[in-house]
Structure formats: structure tokens, C-alpha cells
T-cell receptor, first 117, second 116 residues
Framework: AQTVTQSQPEMSVQEAETVTLSCTYD???????LFWYKQPPSRQMILVIRQEAYKQQNATENRFSVNFQKAAKSFSLKISDSQLGDAAMYFCAYRSAMKTSGSRLTFGEGTQLTVNP | DSGVTQTPKHLITATGQRVTLRCSPR?????VYWYQQSLDQGLQFLIH???????AKGNILERFSAQQFPDLHSELNLSSLELGDSALYFCASSPATGTGYRRGYTFGSGTRLTVV
């Protein structure tokens, strides 16, 4: 079974600074997808960014980018120019590409990000 | 509006009672997933249905059950409720294959269950 580990329960960053959230995963599969979700105080789950394992290029979405290291099974999220609205719980997630009827997302434990003004 | 509808948004009930949570997936999505999130905890996978059939079970208690109906909406039934069942219950939907599958889930806004 796949596992996802986020080793930083809490992180903080100053407004306008850059922060990196860590995520590692364990899998024997070669084809899969990785995601970062954000959960603000409203508790709504919001997709931040996704990465397809067969793509070597790191995904980027505006101020959010990832560092995907497939051999190391590492998938970190970098938030540039942090804003107060970035404060939230961030979850890393893994999804297999192998199942014909779809497969579940496996989530890490989450990292609570605080943005200080 | 994400396209996934969960009802009710809030539910308060007493220990020992039974409740039903409802989820309507995004149009065209055949897969429905249920997760439980206790206070300040991560998301625990409960169960996955695909086109009416159960596909995978996670940490779902025997007191809990689910089903997916022909119109693809799903219900999560929680019975003999205990204080520890108080949590946010998420439903999410997804296509099974293709571009939509690679985008991950579409989440509902959750049902907050409080057992008193």
C-alpha cells in the first residue's frame, strides 16, 4: 500500500517570503499522480497543484511550484511571495494511475501553515 | 460551487442514534469517495463506490455503511453513534479515467456531524 508522509506538522512564514513544505511517499508503482490540497479555516478542500509522475518538468501554478524528485520519492511545495490568504492546512496526496475503475487519494497528515504579517 | 453536493451541511444528534449523509457527485463522475476528518486530523478514507458497486474499503467501522444508487448519488449511513464519531465527513467524486481522473477529486463542502 502507498503511504504519504508530511514530516512538518506546522510551518510559519513571513508575508511576502517563500516557504517550502515537504512530502515524501512510498510506492512500488511507476505511474501515478501527486497533489497538494489546501484546507483553509472554512474546511473546504481546494486543489493547489498536481504533478504527473511521467512528466519530468515540475508543475507550476502562479506562486505555487513543486520540486518533484521521483527517484527520491519526494514532492515538496514551494509558495513564493506568501500572502495572508495562504494560511491553511496543506495536504500532500498520492493517486495510482493503475486502476481501471479509479483509485482513491492517499493523503499525508497535513502541514499547518501560518503566515505572519 | 464545486459540483459535488453534500447534505446536510451540519447535523447534531445524540449518542446511539442513526444518521444518513447524502452526496451527489459532479455530473458525469462515476466514482464517489467518502472520507472522515476528525478535529485537527487528516483525512481518513472510508469507502469508494464506482457506478453503484463498492470498490474499496478503508478504515470504515462496522456501524457505518454506504451505497451508491443508480442515479449515482451516494449515502453514508452511520448508526449507534458515539461521541468519537463527531467529525467532518467529506464526499468527493472523480471520473474513472482520462483527463478528469488526472485532476484528482472534486470535493463537496462536507457534512459536520456533532454527536452529543
Amino acid at each position: 500500500a502507498q503511504t504519504v508522509t508530511q514530516s512538518q506538522p506546522e510551518m510559519s512564514v513571513q508575508e511576502a517570503e517563500t516557504v517550502t513544505l515537504s512530502c515524501t511517499y512510498d510506492t512500488s508503482e511507476s505511474d501515478y499522480y501527486l497533489f497538494w490540497y489546501k484546507q483553509p479555516p472554512s474546511r473546504q478542500m481546494i486543489l493547489v497543484i498536481r504533478q504527473e509522475a511521467y512528466k519530468q518538468q515540475n508543475a507550476t501554478e502562479n506562486r505555487f511550484s513543486v520540486n518533484f524528485q521521483k527517484a527520491a520519492k519526494s514532492f515538496s511545495l514551494k509558495i513564493s511571495d506568501s500572502q495572508l490568504g495562504d494560511a491553511a492546512m496543506y495536504f500532500c496526496a498520492y493517486r495510482s494511475a493503475m486502476k481501471t475503475s479509479g483509485s482513491r487519494l492517499t493523503f499525508g497528515e497535513g502541514t499547518q501553515l501560518t503566515v505572519n504579517p | 460551487d464545486s459540483g459535488v453536493t453534500q447534505t446536510p451541511k451540519h447535523l447534531i444528534t445524540a449518542t446511539g442514534q442513526r444518521v444518513t449523509l447524502r452526496c451527489s457527485p459532479r455530473s458525469g463522475d462515476l466514482s464517489v469517495y467518502w472520507y472522515q476528518q476528525s478535529l485537527d486530523q487528516g483525512l481518513q478514507f472510508l469507502i469508494h463506490y464506482y457506478n453503484g458497486e463498492e470498490r474499496a474499503k478503508g478504515n470504515i467501522l462496522e456501524r457505518f455503511s454506504a451505497q451508491q444508487f443508480p442515479d449515482l448519488h451516494s449515502e453514508l449511513n452511520l448508526s449507534s453513534l458515539e461521541l468519537g464519531d463527531s467529525a467532518l465527513y467529506f464526499c468527493a467524486s472523480s471520473p474513472a479515467t482520462g483527463t478528469g481522473y488526472r485532476r484528482g477529486y472534486t470535493f463537496g463542502s462536507g457534512t459536520r456531524l456533532t454527536v452529543v
